[in-house]
């Protein structure tokens, strides 16, 4: 059974930084291991909807590719450790509005990557707060 865990969520003040991590584990539907899967992280704040927040994406040429939602692109780096089976967000320059539960996701398919639908599996989600 497949098991994605986030930690390193928190409370941190604006301006500050945080690192949100997820370890990814058991054997997946598809066979595939997840060095070759899409990973994501998305957020979801009290009242709205999930949003995308940021891919590290894998394809056939066994190019790794990130991807960046427009409000997170500069402040937010996206990396992933294949030894380890995990996939970590960097995140700096926090502010009151990055304020929300944390997702991390992975993904069989090559296309789609900010699609909370193409995703095949999730974790449980960590809280991040920024104070003003």
């Known amino acids: 059974q497949v098991q994605l865990v986030e930690s390193g969520g928190g409370l941190v003040q604006a301006g500050g930084s945080l690192r949100v991590s997820c370890a990814a584990s058991?054997?997946?539907?598809?066979?595939?291991?997840?060095?070759?899967?899409?990973m994501g992280w998305f957020r979801q704040a009290p009242g709205k909807e999930r949003e995308f927040v940021a891919a590290?994406?894998?394809?056939?040429?066994?190019?790794?590719?990130?991807y960046y939602t427009d409000s997170v692109r500069g402040r937010f780096t996206i990396s992933r450790d294949n030894a380890e089976n995990t996939v970590s967000l960097q995140m700096n320059s926090l502010k009151p509005e990055d304020t929300a539960v944390y997702y991390c996701?992975?993904?069989?398919?090559?296309?789609?990557?900010?699609?909370?639908?193409?995703?095949?599996?999730w974790g449980q989600g960590t809280q991040v707060t920024v104070s003003s």
């Open positions: 996701a992975a993904s069989s398919r090559t296309a789609f990557y900010s699609d909370y639908a193409s995703y095949d599996y």
């Open positions: 058991g054997r997946t539907a598809s066979g595939r291991t997840f060095s070759t899967y899409n």
């Open positions: 590290h994406t894998w394809s056939r040429d066994k190019i790794y590719f990130a």
